[in-house]
């Protein structure tokens, strides 16, 4: 057993100079990965800071028109939000994919972002791997990697990150809003997650001494055109082989703006806007929709037991805007 100590801070204050004050340590909310983390022996944190009690739990519009989702407010609460539900149905519609409505009701929204890989041999100690330990080499590249990626991958790292969540944040260019010792920033949400390059145990670009405190949805949230598809191998509670976040907008028969980003095939979520700029000016054909699809998969590279997600993703592209464009709200 690896002993921690356990505090609880009152204010964002208070939490920073906690975490700051203590090498090593983490903060904890709903603690549905940090506690899975440390169940299998992949965590150690030597203090556990507790920020249920931080004032980050309200939804609310913002200046310029788009809606704050506090870090501390729920999956639960977000999905059905009525002015998500309304303005983002694709915020929606893909946290209601992810997980159990139990851990919904748990996991906060912050903490969605910071969720680490599922990948089988991060959680099991006793195989090697550069993202639980770096240097170990990566038992996944040469082992079962059916469920692993097909884009963005290192010779270091074949991991994809989990979320559902974040693939709808992606897709509709959210901002992640941090505090730190330096004072707030924003950061953009292409920029928030990395790839493994030859450092693949460094998930994102939040220092160790900051809190995630909002996430800010622009004022435009596709509305009217949107789609989540996710493929799995149960209906529920399992992370994608490949999902997909569509929003499109038309005007007078045309696409005016296309937006896809797909999870379960990289280790964060995959935008390519250079594919999605050939659908812009065009009519939403099965045809059009076939050439962007295979754009987006330009370059994969599957190993023995994932080849079959690079052609699986161009299906679910595909499909994903074809629900997007015959189902609109």
């Known amino acids: 057993m690896n002993p921690f100590t356990f505090a609880s801070a009152s204010d964002v204050g208070e939490a920073l100079r906690d975490i700051a004050g203590h090498r090593g340590a983490r903060f904890i909310a709903g603690g549905t990965n940090i506690l899975d983390l440390m169940k299998e022996n992949v965590a150690r944190p030597p203090r556990l800071i507790d920020i249920t009690r931080l004032p980050l739990k309200s939804i609310e519009p913002t200046a310029d028109g788009g809606l704050r989702l506090g870090a501390l407010a729920t999956n639960a609460q977000t999905a059905y939000h009525d002015e998500v539900r309304r303005r983002y149905p694709l915020v929606s519609k893909a946290i209601l994919a992810g997980a159990s409505a139990q851990i919904r009701n748990m996991a906060t929204n912050g903490g969605n972002l910071l969720q680490r890989t599922r990948c089988w041999y991060f959680y099991d100690t006793a195989v090697p791997c550069n993202k639980r330990e770096p240097g170990s080499g990566c038992g996944a590249i040469g082992g079962i990697n059916r469920i692993h990626a097909v884009l963005g991958h290192s010779e270091q790292c074949i991991a994809v990150h989990p979320s559902d969540f974040c693939v709808a944040l992606a897709a509709l260019e959210a901002v992640v809003r941090v505090s730190g010792p330096a004072g707030e920033r924003a950061i953009a949400f292409s920029e928030f997650h990395r790839l493994p390059g030859d450092t693949p145990h460094i998930d994102n670009v939040l220092a160790p001494d900051e809190l995630i405190t909002a996430i800010d949805l622009p004022p435009r949230g596709f509305a009217e055109h949107c789609a989540y598809l996710k493929i799995r191998d149960r209906v529920s509670f399992a992370f994608a082989l490949v999902s997909v976040a569509a929003a499109l907008e038309i005007d007078g028969g045309a696409i005016r703006e296309a937006r896809i980003a797909l999870g379960g095939v990289a280790h964060k ?21 076939r050439c962007v699809a295979d754009a987006y998969l330009d370059g994969a590279h599957g190993y023995p037991h994932n080849a079959f997600k690079i052609e699986l993703a161009k299906r679910a592209i595909r499909r994903a805007l074809g629900e997007a464009l015959h189902e609109p709200r």
């Open 269 to 289: 979520p995959w935008r390519v806007r250079e594919a999605e700029a050939l659908l812009v000016g065009r009519p939403p054909t099965e045809e059009n929709f």
